[in-house]
Each structure stands twice: as structure tokens, then as C-alpha cells.
């Protein structure tokens, strides 16, 4: 049977273009922060929805 998760546990695999300058940055968080691309990617998208709201 399979597993039951919450909405907030699935992932997605999605395909998309970055630019290089992006991939790099990308690159660079991962090394400093130790955290992998998607959390990268989901810590930007949470930064832009807090910064969206205060305007």
C-alpha cells in the first residue's frame, strides 16, 4: 500500500531553464549552507511570497 503524505511533504520533479549566472549562485548556496537546490529554490520562493505581501 502505498505511503500517505501531507501536501507540504511531496515533491515535484519539474524541468526548467536558469541562467548560468543563477546556477552558479545556486551552487555557491549549496557549498556555504549545506542545503540542497530545491531547498535553495523553496527559501527564494518564500522570500519573494513575504516580500510580495509587505507591499
Known amino acids: 500500500?502505498?505511503?500517505l503524505?501531507?501536501?507540504?511533504e511531496v515533491r515535484v520533479?519539474?524541468?526548467f531553464r536558469i541562467s548560468p549566472k543563477t546556477l552558479e549562485t545556486?551552487?555557491?548556496l549549496k557549498e556555504?549552507?549545506?542545503v540542497?537546490?530545491?531547498?535553495?529554490?523553496d527559501m527564494a520562493i518564500e522570500l519573494l511570497e513575504k516580500?510580495?505581501?509587505k507591499s
Do not use: L, T, V
Request: avoid cysteine.
Open 51 to 53: 516580500r510580495i505581501m
Open 13 to 15: 520533479a519539474k524541468s
Open 36 to 41: 540542497s537546490q530545491a531547498k535553495i529554490i
Open 32 to 34: 556555504k549552507e549545506g
Open 26 to 28: 545556486i551552487e555557491s
Open 5 to 8: 503524505m501531507k501536501m507540504s
Open 1 to 3: 500500500m502505498p505511503k
